[in-house]
């Protein structure tokens, strides 16, 4: 696997075969799954409108790579601030994060279990949510970083999808049934827009 920039300068070639400048895109999104790959994945072709037939519109695979950078810019910001600090941090002995600094883990920002079901917003905006969520002072009821309803604090999301726990977790049996039977869809580029979780 190339690295990030190198697979997103493949996917802008225009001069390149469309499939594989979709290949490509495939690995920029392996290498920032904001929502996991699966759920990121059918993110970009969706917003971008990736058609079944690449030759139909090639320039939607450079879409949704500006996406998908966009985002990973901002974060790889944050990652360097971050760096800095407890760099500076540990030089007065403060040698352990704090539980805050944890969602700065790519895995582990805004999981989504279902690949159908996820948060359809820019994926900078879903960024700079939980960066507001993550720095700001813990709700007394639990709520989505993300969108802001009321959750479990051992669940994901009904409304947008987004599960915290990350993708260590075990899922129940329904929902990891409703994640295999939307990935032949998504990644054959006919799911819809993201689908509403249906818990059981």
């Known amino acids: 696997m190339t690295s990030f920039p190198a697979a997103a300068k493949r996917v802008r070639d225009s001069s390149a075969d469309p499939v594989a400048r ?11 799954p904001i929502y996991g790959f699966r759920a990121t994945w059918h993110h970009l072709t969706v917003q971008a409108g990736v058609p079944r037939q690449l030759s139909d519109d090639p320039e939607s695979l450079t879409r949704a790579v500006d996406e998908l950078e966009e985002a990973r810019r901002h974060w790889l910001l944050l990652r360097y601030t971050f760096a800095d600090r407890r760099r ?10 704090t539980l805050g ?24 905006k879903v960024l700079h949510r939980l960066i507001d969520a993550n720095l700001s002072e813990p709700q007394p009821q639990p709520t989505c970083a993300v969108c802001g309803n009321p959750r479990p ?9 987004v599960d915290p726990r990350g993708p260590t977790v075990q899922l129940p049996a329904g929902i990891r049934q409703q994640a ?4 032949h869809e998504i990644w054959q580029r006919t ?3 993201p689908r509403r979780l249906q818990v059981t």
């Open 22 to 32: 979709f290949w490509a895109l495939r690995e920029c999104s392996l290498h920032f």
């Open 88 to 97: 500076r941090e540990k030089a007065i002995g403060q040698r352990q994060p």
């Open 101 to 124: 600094d944890q969602w700065l883990s790519v895995m582990s920002l805004a999981y989504c279990p279902d690949p159908g079901r996820h948060p359809d917003e820019r994926l900078i």
């Open 153 to 161: 604090v051992d669940t994901f999301c009904t409304a947008c999808g």
């Open 180 to 183: 295999d039977d939307s990935w």
């Open 191 to 193: 799911a819809q827009k």
